[in-house]
Nanobody, 129 residues
């Protein structure tokens, strides 16, 4: 069974850092584009960043540039989201998603949930003030 497994969430103080991981289970990322999304309580889901696994091309939502970095480890078939200088407003459940369609960019980050091939279960990030 093809699954995405997220990890790395937790409680951190404002100004701190966390690194989230998204691992492929039952398949490899080779032909996929992978994105990170988040959903805060009472808010709509928003796209954070995506990466084209085959060549490392990355794209960030404008509001996420500067503090968040998406990267991949091809040997581990894992995509990471490094989050620095965290703020209380970054508190959310963070999800990764994988899609075979080559559209890493605003199209991917703005896609409806049902449009993307795979979703992880999410990992909770809580930033305290």
């Amino acid at each position: 069974e093809m699954q995405l497994v997220e990890s790395g969430g937790g409680l951190v103080q404002a100004g701190g850092s966390l690194r989230l991981s998204c691992a492929a289970s039952g398949f490899t990322f080779n032909d996929y584009e992978i994105g990170w999304f988040r959903q805060a309580p009472g808010k709509e889901r928003e796209g954070v960043a995506c990466i084209k696994y085959s060549n490392g091309y990355t794209y960030y939502a404008d509001s996420m540039k500067g503090r968040f970095t998406i990267s991949s480890d091809n040997a581990e078939s894992t995509v990471y989201l490094q989050m620095n200088s965290l703020k209380p407003e970054d508190t959310a459940v963070y999800y990764c998603s994988a899609d075979l369609l080559p559209h890493c960019g605003s199209s991917f980050l703005g896609a409806a949930s049902s449009y993307l091939d795979l979703w992880g279960q999410g990992t909770l990030v809580t930033v305290s003030s």
